[in-house]
């Protein structure tokens, strides 16, 4: 039912089919609750499904960025390359939604634009951009941390007489840049990851850095069927270990402080961590994150690298990362980009020495220079963890908005609920370890504990369950108190809200790690549910 009519009436919605979408409509199935998803693409594999900009690939090792869930489907599905592409990972969110049937219960293209909590009622009434009101007893954002892409504020981007992109809304049918002038926007990890490839088509490659950031080499490569075998053989095992991670992903974690050893050890654990590539560069020695003088260590190690892959000592120069302790930005993973500016047709413009003044029709004008451009690649990032969210106007208990109790910076309690917003809630949100660890492990460490959660409450007859504002409140002053003890703070990073003007800075997610946090959030649930409340009304059906 559409229009003003009697609203369509479901137990459970979720917003959002990418990885936590899909899973929760699995896992809700299977507990008896009605279920739909809206999605705002017309597929599924959420930040897989926009982010098709050329390199586009994950830095979590296929072997481990993938459902954990099911048996059957860690057997069945078979990795071609070490880090998966985009296109493979969206081809595998397709092929989950295809083998559990999940695709009946999506609606696409469909975005929710208003959810309002009827007291009376003890429901949700959600409004879509397609006319569809939904009366749904649980609302389940599962709408991804970093899927509200941000063009900035430049003057003249309107005029340009090309064409414009942004990384995070690529083109379907993808894009030839070959022959063109191509200025790409932005240094973080998708412009790290674009900027080699569109190198390798376009006849003349300009790159606008404000920041330069540290950057570990992938070493991507095939998937041998070995390495495949020795984790299938063994993966229950090694996905318990993960889950019990900091990041939820296994690899070794060196427990000596860097400042512990002698400078040709700790020099020696890093040419290893170089020469094996990834994030696992990080866990080379335990105080990496929290001692800045070890911090220190790590970073020279890596602005030595770059000096030695860029030939002009004056690009190096530019390209060398100073103003934030490494890790303390998402720490990104390449294929040869700092190798890229050695090539005749690509420059790199240092936008903090010259910064862009507007757009032309012609290009870009930076430093009084104008930067010719058939295209520009806006590589410039998300209105990350809040933006999607705050994008719908939710209103929860009494007209609260979600824009007014988030207006000083997000605040919920576990990144799960946030007070005065009943049976909201939220996948991988603000105040959980999300995006500073496995995504697909804590998306499906969330999706289990919301129906756990819904599974007691169908046990007891409780239709309604929220936390409380005190709860919230010891978890928010925790998260922060936590982040204090490490470097994060110190770098004005999207972790921070400080990507975008005017957004209260705060950092974000919670450093706590992915194990502490599934034992906190396993401790609540066994202890039943301190910090939350549960109303009990009308029995929650299995479907009505
Ligand atoms: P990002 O990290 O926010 O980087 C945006 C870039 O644009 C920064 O270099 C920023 O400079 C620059 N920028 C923004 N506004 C600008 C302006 N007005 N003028 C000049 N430069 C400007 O965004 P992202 O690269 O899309 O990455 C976002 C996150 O997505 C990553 O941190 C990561 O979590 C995830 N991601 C992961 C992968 C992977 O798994 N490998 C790949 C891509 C993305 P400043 O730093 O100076 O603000």
């Not at 985009?86 to 959810?115: C, G, M």
């Not at 413009?349 to 507007?358: A, F, K, L, Q, T």
């Amino acid at each position: 039912m559409s229009g003003n009519g009697t609203p369509e009436r479901i137990e459970a919605l979720v917003i959002g089919a990418g990885f936590a979408g899909l899973y929760l409509l699995h896992r809700l199935r299977g507990l008896g609750i009605a279920a739909i998803a809206l999605e705002a693409g017309d597929g599924v594999g959420g930040t897989w499904y926009w982010n098709r900009y050329p390199g586009a690939r994950c830095d979590v090792e296929s072997m481990q960025y993938s459902f954990g869930f099911s048996e059957e489907l860690q057997q069945e599905w078979n990795w071609s390359e070490r880090f998966a592409g985009q296109p493979e990972i969206l081809a595998y969110a397709n092929h989950v939604a295809d083998r559990l049937d999940l695709r009946r219960d999506i609606s696409f293209k469909t975005r929710a634009t208003s959810a309002v909590w009827d007291e009376a009622a003890a429901r949700w009434l959600v409004e879509t951009d397609t006319g569809r009101r939904i009366s749904a007893r649980q609302l389940i954002l599962a709408t991804g941390c970093l899927s509200s892409a941000r063009l900035p504020d430049i003057p003249g981007i309107e005029g340009f007489g090309g064409a414009i992109y942004h990384t995070g809304q690529w083109p379907h049918g993808g894009v030839d840049f070959t022959g063109q002038r191509v200025a790409v926007i932005g240094t973080g990890s998708s412009a790290i990851q674009a900027i080699p490839v569109i190198a390798k088509q376009a006849a003349q490659l300009t790159v606008f850095q404000r920041t330069p950031n540290f950057s570990i080499p992938s070493r991507n490569g095939p998937m041998t069927e070995d390495y495949a075998q020795t984790w299938k053989r063994d993966y229950p095992a090694r996905r318990a270990a993960a889950r019990q991670m900091r990041t939820g992903i296994l690899y070794h974690l060196n427990p000596v402080s860097a400042l512990a050893v002698p400078e040709a050890e700790r020099r020696a654990e890093y040419e290893a961590r170089w020469a094996a590539g990834g994030t696992a560069f990080m866990a080379a020695f335990s105080d990496l994150l929290t001692n800045r003088e070890a911090n220190d260590t790590a970073a020279d190690f890596v602005r030595e690298k770059i000096r030695g892959l860029v030939h002009d000592p004056e690009v190096a120069e530019i390209l060398l990362p100073r103003n934030h302790p490494i890790g303390a930005k998402r720490i990104c993973v390449d294929t040869a980009y700092y190798e890229t500016f050695n090539l005749p047709h690509v420059t790199l413009v240092d936008v903090r020495r010259n910064p862009i003044s507007r757009i032309t029709p012609e290009g870009v004008e930076a430093g009084g220079a104008t930067h010719a451009a058939d295209s520009i690649v806006f590589a410039t990032g998300f209105d990350a963890m809040t933006g999607t969210i705050l994008a719908i106007d939710i209103r929860g208990r009494g007209g609260l908005s979600m824009r007014e109790a988030w207006a000083e910076g997000p605040r919920t309690h576990l990144g799960l609920m946030v007070a005065g917003f009943p049976n909201l809630f939220l996948i991988t949100g603000p105040g959980s370890p999300s995006v500073l660890s496995n995504m697909i492990v804590s998306i499906e460490q969330h999706v289990d504990w919301v129906c756990d959660s819904l599974a007691h409450r169908q046990r007891h007859g409780f239709s309604v369950m929220e936390t409380t504002p005190k709860a919230q409140d010891d978890w928010v002053a925790h998260v922060n108190e936590v982040a204090q003890r490490t470097l994060y703070p110190q770098a004005n990073s999207w972790y921070m809200g400080a990507n975008i003007p005017g957004k209260p800075q705060l950092f974000m997610p919670y450093v706590g790690g992915v194990g502490t946090y599934r034992q906190l959030c396993d401790e609540i649930a066994a202890g039943g549910y301190p910090g939350f409340v549960f109303t009990a009304g009308e029995q929650v059906r299995a479907a009505e």
